[in-house]
């Protein structure tokens, strides 16, 4: 059994979903683990990871949508506006999504469903460079 | 320290919570593996998976009745429509619960609490074949 | 390749997040594991686990606020009312949230941003005692 890491560096352009589901692939392909877990962190409490359809662009956009409506940016609600209108509103995203995310791999690859990617999910309005440590267990 | 897995289908009746805790159970009492840790990883986008109370079946209906009232099918926020009214939907409710969990095993048991149960949630109004990649490592 | 594990109890006052870093901090230091991953697992349905900001203690009482709106106690439309008005919505609270968290370990600490903390939610009115299962793989 041998575990390897790395730290992923993603640009962000702003409150959007960016698919990295490609970069993890090139990564878990050349570990030399065939069977095993790949663990994705990101070290942030204002953009989330998130698996989602990466055929129909429309899903992304109603999703957006949908958390938008959900938690308004400049809710009167919140306290916590210091840092901008948006600024605790990705917090309580975060909080509604996933900081961690596994996926077995099987065969060199990671075991996704035909139609799933992986996404890092911007929820400031303005872009951010993000982090997202893996961690890949196997033989 | 040694490694297993598999592929849990699950035939669910439409929107509902399927059990699948004693399927676990048994996969994770045969695999050899006395401590360790259980992955669950569904490779779907409108079903997701979810640990909640096995005890009180009104749980479980009050939960799809809170989720069909905060995801509503046919909501007309929604762009991707292609697929019917509850798929966008669907979409959403994965978003906001979980694709993965991990499960740690002790003595060859998951640690569940005493109240716990392990489900497939769909999240389309039809039936479905699911797939759960299982994943488990230990000694 | 080792692993370890333990039970942390958390007694929670009630309704709000309790901060649970530094425990998991002096665990993970003294089990001689220096890279390897870290799964927490909360062996309830009516308290979660979560990352967040553990800078401006507002984040904190806005989320509180938010879930509170958007799952508010003694909602007519649930049916399971026996344990208290505040029973059902800390279920679907859970559901909104996480039972299972993992962060990668390396050189003996968890690899958490700078302004994560980890944290047990109480969604309960009234305190509990709360059991966090910890596992930790690595070498």
Do not use: C, K
Not at 76 to 99: K, N
Not at 124 to 134: I, K, P, T
């Amino acid at each position: 059994m041998r575990q390897s890491h790395t730290v992923l560096a993603v640009r962000t352009p702003g409150r959007s979903l960016t698919e990295i589901t490609p970069e993890l692939a090139r990564w878990v392909g050349q570990a030399g683990i065939a069977d095993g877990l790949l663990t994705l962190f990101i070290r942030h409490t204002s953009a989330s990871l998130l698996i989602q359809e990466n055929a129909d662009p429309g899903v992304q956009s109603d999703l957006e949508r949908f958390f938008a409506r959900l938690v308004p940016d400049g809710d009167a609600l919140f306290e916590h506006v210091s840092e901008g209108p948006d600024d605790m509103p990705a917090h309580v995203r975060s909080a509604l999504t996933a900081t961690q995310l596994a996926v077995p791999v099987l065969g060199g690859r990671m075991a996704l469903g035909t139609w799933q990617g992986v996404y890092v999910w911007e929820h400031r309005r303005r872009g951010h460079a993000r982090e997202v440590v893996l961690h890949l267990i196997g033989e």
